[in-house]
């Protein structure tokens, strides 16, 4: 098995490139199924979600081709497969995000049903409702969601909640709908905008991305483009809270900061100063930090991917602060992992309230999701002595090289094999 050990770190110096979003490469690769030419993406991030992703997509009937580092290639023209096999949707729930394109290029798709997961229930309930409202058929049975349709039309679809992944199946499942589609109530997500670029790039003809009402003119068919995945924001914001944690200076390069301004906004409060530059952002730590509130939201709110990293550093602040946690039900696994490393958290309902120690101590550890993981990493960076990581596969599902590239701005990280 492998784990990752941290040792405790110097100030990370340096600068760092931030890699293609994981979140907008995964909605963008199963966008790509609506194409029916050539399509090449650049800036993919090589992580454990993205191959599994592209493992959908062959299954499905694409070819995909790994062209350099960070580049695929993808033609979808013979797609021939509607369903998606168990063994894929259980590797990842964002493989549901393929029902939306398959249901509009072959009027059926099957799904196995996603299973809960570590963060909550996670239901799909959305998804599917904007899937009935443009005219598909869907039963759930046997652990399949199936849904099919002689033809799609569009609609006005409000959500209930601005789901991220419900308003991006929409979008797709829409692309080729007869007449117009309003989803109101959608989410704004950067990732959202990236979608619709590229949508529109294949000659679909979408508005509003990036506000809460998007409209979808249905078009005949979509097909080929190049595009370029927008940075990361989750991974410029952990290296930016790794430089908090370590009180070091570090340029994060390649990031839009308009993406990033929660993170910068809550990094200032505790006393981290953070300069902005056209794409870059330099972290400045300081050995005075203040204890502060966070609340997530969706976006343009404070990300639910970051609160895990902030916590780790919150639990090193001056004070009390309180995480509130809104858009998941479940997401402070990670809590008893800190306090083993002598943290000192109280979860009550959807809050956690972090009262800053002296110092954290090393531990061994379990990561429970990714940003968890992270989370965790972070926390060792600051600790004294040694943390040992374990289920690290949740870390490489979306952090690329997460160890060698902490490494090069000087921190302790390193991967073992162990029996
Ligand atoms: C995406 C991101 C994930 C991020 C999350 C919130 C990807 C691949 N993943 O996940 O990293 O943490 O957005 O920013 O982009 N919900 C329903 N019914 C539905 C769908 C969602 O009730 O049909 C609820 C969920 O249970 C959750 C909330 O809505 O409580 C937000 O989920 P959603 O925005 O859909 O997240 P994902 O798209 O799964």
Redesign the pocket.
């Known amino acids: 098995m492998e784990i990752i050990v941290v040792e405790k770190s110097p100030p990370l110096k340096g600068k760092i490139r931030v890699n293609g979003a ?2 907008s490469a ?2 963008i690769l199963a966008a790509s199924l609506l194409g029916t030419e050539d399509i090449i993406l650049e800036d993919v991030p090589k992580i454990k979600d993205v191959e599994i992703m592209c493992e959908v997509l062959r299954t499905l009937g694409a070819k995909v081709e790994i062209l350099d580092e960070g580049i695929i290639k993808i033609n979808a023209k013979n797609l021939d497969n509607y369903v998606t096999p168990y063994n894929l949707m259980n590797k990842m ?2 493989s549901l ?1 393929v029902m939306g394109p398959i249901l509009a290029r072959l009027g059926k798709a099957v799904c196995s049903q996603p299973g809960g997961c570590a963060i ?9 409702k904007g899937f009935k409202a443009l005219g598909a058929g869907v039963e759930t049975e046997f652990g399949n969601i199936n849904a099919h349709t002689d033809k799609l039309v569009g609609n006005k679809i409000y959500l ?7 308003t ?1 199946n929409i979008m797709m499942a829409a692309t080729m709908a007869e007449g117009v589609t309003i989803i109101d109530n959608a ?1 704004m ?1 950067p ?1 959202i905008v990236d979608l619709q670029n590229f949508l529109n790039k294949l000659g679909a003809d979408i508005k509003g991305a990036g506000t809460s009402t998007i409209k979808i003119k249905g078009v005949k068919k979509l097909g080929g483009a190049s595009h370029q995945i927008i940075p990361d924001r989750i991974e410029a914001g952990t290296f930016m809270v790794g430089a908090a944690i370590t009180g070091g200076d570090v340029i994060v390069d390649n990031v839009i900061t308009s993406h990033i301004k929660p993170v910068i906004a809550k990094l200032r409060e505790v006393g981290v100063e953070v300069i902005e530059n056209a794409d870059s952002v330099r972290v400045i730590g300081t050995d005075k930090l203040k204890a502060i509130d966070v609340k997530t939201l ?2 343009p709110g404070f ?3 970051m609160a895990a990293q902030f916590m780790a550093l919150l639990t090193i602040c001056e004070g009390s602060s309180v995480v509130i946690e809104t ?3 479940n997401r402070f696994m990670h809590v008893d992992e800190l306090k083993r490393m002598g943290a000192d958290i109280k979860i009550d309902g959807k809050s956690a309230i972090v009262r800053g120690v002296d110092h954290l101590t090393g531990a061994p550890v379990k990561a429970s999701d990714l940003r968890a993981g992270a989370a965790l990493i972070l926390a060792g960076m600051a600790a004294d002595g040694t943390t040992e990581i374990e289920n690290i596969h949740h870390i490489d599902r979306g952090y690329v090289d997460i160890e060698a590239r902490l490494r090069s701005l000087g921190a302790r990280v390193y991967r073992k094999t162990v029996e």
């Open positions: 994981k979140n995964l909605p729930r964002a995000l909550g229930t996670r239901p799909i309930d959305l998804h599917l209930d909640f601005p789901s991220v992944g419900a991006e989410a997500e990732e969706p976006y990300p639910t991917d858009v998941f039900e």
